[in-house]
């Protein structure tokens, strides 16, 4: 619960603009009538120091869309391959120069 609680603090200073630290999270939760421990502020406020929040959410799922841009990518590129080495075999069975018929 206390991570949760830390969680909904954080978002609310971010969306006022505010800078997310340990006092300000553990205010917050007490103005919920949430106990929080100290630590789990703490710990929140360390690992969003410097960071837009705001970014952060809006490119949520940025990463998890890319990944299959990259498999068709790569899928595209052997299909090229394939080819490629399809039209070598061709042009050398045509000049006679087949190493394996």
């Given at each position: 619960?206390?991570?949760?609680a ?10 006022a ?5 340990a ?13 929080v ?7 929140f ?35 090229a ?11 050398d ?9």
């Open positions: 619960m206390s991570e949760l830390c969680v909904y603090a954080a978002l609310a200073l971010a969306d603009g505010v800078e997310i630290t006092d300000k999270l553990v205010a917050m939760t007490k103005a919920a009538n949430v106990e421990q100290p630590i789990w502020a703490s710990l406020a360390k690992f969003l120091e410097g960071k837009d929040v705001m970014d952060m959410l809006s490119n949520v799922g940025s990463g998890a869309a890319a990944a299959p841009a990259a498999a068709g990518a790569a899928a595209a590129s052997e299909e391959a394939a080819e490629e080495e399809a039209e070598e075999s061709e042009s069975s045509d000049m006679g120069f087949d190493l394996f018929g």
